[in-house]
């Protein structure tokens, strides 16, 4: 498939100063077990092409789910129309920037397969730990996360770049939310900030049958703890919500699609313009 679509890619290349295509092929099988029931099954598969182009010192980028060599060229020329547009009011001038052509290839280390397990042995190990989540009357609601992402990625450039990258992850999770008269609190393990790269041996690495007694015991020492005090205080930030805070009060306004109106539906505008792009500093 990968040598097919760098033909397809080379030949929907659109007349510019640089272009490249990346293949995106992804697939994810998701096993979730709440309140000790099984949630339906989840097997996704997101395939699709990203086309950027380089020319006369914009750039542009389109994508599309259409894999032919029609589809793709469209893309390629949607990208080339934008790289047109945005050359009078871009901050970096891409005629003097030198585009990579890398060429490599990288697989993700696995030990145990996510494939070399039945799914229902990964079933009875979702439901073993759910089960284990559950010590008292007061947690009302408790799950288990199981989500494995394979991907493969196809990298082609002119001048010959090339990459091709194969790719595996496993995210683990289990949560448990306890409640009593008006107070409800929940407490997590693992999620999106433990996945990480490999096969079922991440299990193993992150100790995943460990943590339910553990998890189950602190929800209920959280429950019991008295409030925060009120008054004015300093506060003390982890890096993860220091990162979060700055992308919330300056990075969104800086956001294109939001000074160009795109999201004015969804999640709002900026007070930023295309005149200040260049000279207004902000944050």
Same mark, same amino acid.
């Given at each position: 498939?990968?040598?097919?679509?760098?033909?397809?890619?080379?030949?929907?290349?659109?007349?510019?100063?640089?272009?490249?295509f990346r293949l995106v092929d992804e697939r994810m099988e998701i096993i979730q077990v709440r309140q000790d029931v099984l949630q339906p099954v989840t097997s996704v598969r997101d395939v699709g092409a990203m086309a950027t182009v380089l020319h006369r010192?914009?750039?542009?980028?389109?994508?599309?789910?259409?894999?032919?060599? +029609?589809?793709?060229?469209?893309?390629?020329? %949607?990208?080339?129309?934008?790289?047109?547009?945005? %050359?009078?009011?871009?901050?970096?001038?891409?005629?003097?920037?030198?585009?990579?052509?890398?060429?490599?290839?990288?697989?993700?280390? =696995?030990? %145990?397969?996510?494939?070399?397990?039945? /799914?229902?042995?990964? =079933?009875?190990?979702?439901?073993?730990?759910?089960?284990?989540?559950?010590?008292?009357?007061?947690?009302?609601?408790?799950?288990?996360?199981?989500? #494995?992402?394979? $991907?493969?990625?196809?990298?082609? @450039?002119?001048? *010959?770049?090339?990459? #091709?990258?194969?790719?595996?992850?496993?995210? &683990? $999770?289990? $949560?448990?939310?306890? *409640?009593?008269? +008006?107070?409800?609190? !929940?407490?997590?393990?693992? $999620?999106?900030?433990?996945?990480?790269?490999?096969?079922?041996?991440?299990?193993?690495?992150? %100790?995943?049958?460990? #943590?339910? &007694?553990?998890? !189950?015991?602190?929800?209920?020492?959280?429950?019991?703890?008295? *409030?925060?005090?009120?008054? @004015?205080?300093?506060? /003390?930030?982890?890096?993860?919500?220091?990162?979060?805070? =700055? #992308?919330?009060? =300056?990075?969104?306004?800086?956001? /294109?699609?939001?000074?160009?109106?795109?999201?004015? *539906?969804?999640?709002?505008?900026?007070?930023?313009?295309?005149?200040?792009?260049? +000279?207004?500093?902000?944050?």
């Open positions: 498939m990968m040598e097919q679509m760098k033909q397809k890619f080379l030949e929907a290349a659109p007349a510019a100063d640089f272009w490249s010192g914009g750039m542009g980028y389109a994508a599309t789910s259409d894999l032919s060599v +029609s589809g793709l060229r469209a893309a390629g020329e %949607r990208a080339l129309a934008w790289a047109e547009r945005t %050359r009078v009011a871009t901050v970096v001038d891409f005629t003097k920037v030198v585009a990579p052509t890398p060429r490599g290839s990288y697989t993700s280390p =696995i030990e %145990r397969p996510w494939s070399s397990v039945p /799914l229902t042995e990964k =079933i009875d190990l979702a439901k073993t730990e759910c089960a284990r989540l559950k010590t008292d009357a007061r947690i009302v609601d408790w799950d288990v996360l199981l989500w #494995h992402t394979a $991907g493969d990625q196809l990298y082609v @450039t002119c001048g *010959n770049g090339e990459v #091709h990258q194969h790719y595996e992850l496993l995210t &683990p $999770g289990l $949560g448990v939310t306890a *409640n009593e008269g +008006s107070e409800t609190v !929940s407490r997590r393990f693992g $999620g999106f900030d433990l996945g990480r790269q490999g096969g079922l041996e991440v299990l193993d690495q992150v %100790r995943f049958r460990d #943590h339910a &007694p553990t998890l !189950s015991e602190e929800v209920l020492e959280l429950l019991a703890a008295p *409030n925060c005090p009120t008054g @004015t205080m300093d506060l /003390l930030l982890d890096p993860d919500q220091m990162y979060l805070q =700055i #992308h919330e009060s =300056i990075g969104h306004p800086l956001e /294109l699609d939001r000074i160009l109106g795109d999201e004015r *539906n969804y999640a709002g505008t900026s007070f930023v313009t295309l005149d200040m792009i260049g +000279s207004y500093r902000y944050g």
